[in-house]
């Protein structure tokens, strides 16, 4: 991230412009390079990650799907036997219920409703609530899983090598924010202060996702499942923190939907009529909200699906895309060899983990081998 707002910062001072996101960033930097036909084409950069930005805020859409279709399944399919003892960790039969693929088309129409919001003031609203309802269900998470922690000496200390790709995709996944990045600096009173934030704020997810994931694997064992609400027993109290987090989730989608609608819509309803545009405008986002039920239909299993979107479009731009800017950014004023020697090996880093996360992904959704436990993040 660092970098891309480095390169952004550069650009703007060279090209006299106030502000540029990632895409104008990206098509400037092309025009900066050495090879006079990505010169001549640098706006297929701007194309390119907006292309990814769409993959990946719609990949996180599915993520919500498939998420809300597992915990309310798991709430529903347990409501019969839910009582008020908390001290087991799960009730001794689950009631049959419908497919995770039935749930998740069930949502389709609340979450329909919920994108013909269009206003970021309104969103943010919305944005608010999410927010206070995820904390208040991760207090009560964290209050639960520090206690009785059962002694770790049995549970293995490294996971296998094939389940590492798995683990790049899903932690690229959790940190990739990267879009939003300049946008943020962008709207901000004193953007000199962006840098103090930004790391402030990477502190702050890393201590907590660490912290998480330790804490949860150690309460949990070898078995977690793939998110740790789905880990808590069947009480009423730990019940209702899977409903408010669901609940939070749920709002979360209108915003993470909000960046791929704005990138499609207005190009797709441009030459349109002025009076069909509003119609159009609702049935694109109506198309675009069944793409990614859809593909969560297709692909139920919320530890793969994390893992295939974080291989293949977060890795793209956090990792690949940014080292190959600041090259090309700073190709004719000079560039010192350690700078280029960690850009090259950050984006062989990217691309390696972007071909071999992909295939691994691909490859467990159609022949699984490897359990639900690649991830034990929220």
Not at 76 to 89: E, M
Not at 143 to 153: E, H, K, L, M, T
Not at 211 to 229: D, E, K, M, V, W
Request: with cysteine.
């Amino acid at each position: 991230m660092d970098i891309l707002v480095k390169c952004a910062h550069h650009l703007c001072q060279k090209h006299h412009k106030p502000f540029l996101d990632y895409g104008d960033a990206v098509m400037h930097g092309l025009e900066a390079g050495p090879f006079s036909w990505l010169r001549t084409h640098s706006i297929w950069g701007r194309y390119l990650v907006s292309f990814f930005l769409i993959l990946t805020q719609l990949g996180f859409c599915c993520v919500y799907f498939v998420f809300l279709a597992d915990n309310f399944r798991q709430v529903i399919s347990a409501a019969n036997g839910t009582t008020n003892d908390c001290s087991a960790n799960e009730t001794a039969v689950r009631a049959p219920t419908m497919s995770s693929q039935l749930y998740i088309l069930s949502f389709l129409p609340f979450v329909i409703l919920l994108v013909f919001i269009q206003n970021l003031k309104i969103l943010s609203i919305f944005s608010m609530m999410a927010n206070i309802l995820m904390l208040s269900s991760l207090i009560m998470l964290y209050q639960y899983i520090v206690r009785d922690i059962p002694n770790p000496s049995h549970l293995p200390m490294v996971a296998a090598w094939k389940t590492m790709p798995l683990f790049f995709g899903t932690a690229i996944f959790a940190f990739e924010g990267i879009g939003v990045v300049l946008p943020l600096e962008n709207k901000m009173k004193n953007p000199q202060h962006f840098h103090t934030i930004l790391y402030v704020g990477m502190a702050i997810v890393t201590s907590f996702y660490l912290s998480l994931g330790t804490l949860g694997y150690l309460r949990f064992g070898a078995n977690i499942q793939p998110s740790i609400t789905l880990n808590l027993p069947d009480c009423w109290l730990y019940q209702s923190v899977k409903l408010l987090y669901s609940l939070g989730i749920f709002f979360t989608y209108a915003l993470q939907f909000y960046v791929p609608a704005e990138i499609i819509i207005p190009v797709a309803v441009s030459k349109i009529p002025e009076r069909w545009r509003l119609c159009c405008k609702l049935l694109l986002r109506v198309f675009l909200v069944c793409v990614t039920c859809t593909l969560a239909i297709l692909i139920p299993r919320l530890d793969i699906v994390i893992a295939l979107v974080g291989s293949v479009s977060s890795s793209a731009l956090a990792l690949i895309i940014p080292p190959i800017l600041e090259i090309f950014t700073y190709y004719s004023e000079g560039l010192h060899p350690l700078i280029l020697a960690k850009d090259i090996l950050i984006s062989l880093f990217g691309i390696t983990g972007f071909v071999v996360g992909t295939y691994e992904s691909l490859y467990e959704l159609i022949v699984p081998t490897v359990s639900n436990a690649t991830t034990a993040l929220p």
